[in-house]
């Protein structure tokens, strides 16, 4: 069974101050691995997808990494506008393309 | 990246009464649309995979007559929640996929349906 867990379950940073969320996998055959924030009341938005071990992505002040085991979202200098619920999800192999388990989730809250 | 809609946004109905819920890919044709509910403070959890013009594939666990899933074209796929109850109260959200390679890439969400059943 594809598991994900997000670590830690909530993290609060001053403005500023760069930190990392992890999120650890166990899956058969990971086509893909997607990172989402999502704030209250909203559905998910798209941030990226990583396929490879070694292959990085960046968006602003976000920066997605893969290895075998486990993804990193770092994020440098946030700001409270980063606040939200960041959520990571893996799409394995098999006969059900498309489908995502996801983690648990980060709460992150940036204070000014 | 593309749009997906839900609507109603909000929706509040008595116990044994039925509510349809729509998601449209406003901006490209999604083979494929997944179907999931997310209660306060968890995390999404993957009630359905809905292909246009065939059957939907529904998780362990989920009651295919309950929750009926109608994915008539490549734009729109329903949500009926029937008879609904207080414990069907939550967040329904729906997601739409593109079709590359052999591969659904990034699925890009609706902005979900919050439900309460009184």
């Known amino acids: 069974e594809d598991q994900v867990t997000q670590s830690p379950e909530a993290l609060r940073l001053q403005e500023g101050e760069s930190s990392s969320l992890n999120c650890s996998y166990t899956v058969s055959g990971l086509r893909g691995l997607f990172w989402y924030r999502q704030d209250p009341g909203k559905g998910p938005e798209f941030l990226f997808t990583?396929?490879?071990a070694g292959e990085e992505k960046e968006k602003e002040r976000l920066k997605a990494t893969l290895t075998k085991k486990e993804s990193f979202l770092h994020i440098t200098a946030p700001k409270p506008e980063d606040s939200a619920t960041y959520l990571c999800?893996?799409?394995?192999?098999?006969?059900?393309?498309?489908?995502?388990?996801f983690g648990q989730g980060t709460i992150l809250t940036v204070h000014p | 990246g593309a749009v997906v809609s839900q609507h109603p946004s909000r929706v509040i109905c008595k116990s044994g009464t039925s509510v349809k819920i729509e998601c449209r890919s406003l901006d490209f044709q999604a083979t494929t649309m997944f179907w999931y509910r997310q209660f306060p403070k968890q995390s999404l959890m993957l009630m359905a995979t809905?292909?246009?013009?065939?059957?939907?594939?529904?998780e362990q666990g989920v009651e295919k007559d309950k929750f009926l899933i109608n994915h008539a074209s490549l734009t729109l796929s329903t949500l009926t929640v029937t008879s609904a109850h207080p414990e069907d109260s939550s967040f329904y959200i729906c997601?739409?996929?593109?079709?590359?390679?052999?591969?659904?890439?990034?699925?890009?969400f609706g902005p979900g349906t919050r439900l309460t059943v009184l």
């Open positions: 809905s292909n246009e013009g065939s059957k939907a594939t529904y």
């Open positions: 999800a893996v799409q394995a192999g098999g006969t059900s393309y498309g489908k995502l388990t």
């Open positions: 990583l396929y490879s």
């Open positions: 997601s739409a996929g593109q079709l590359a390679g052999g591969l659904y890439n990034e699925q890009f």
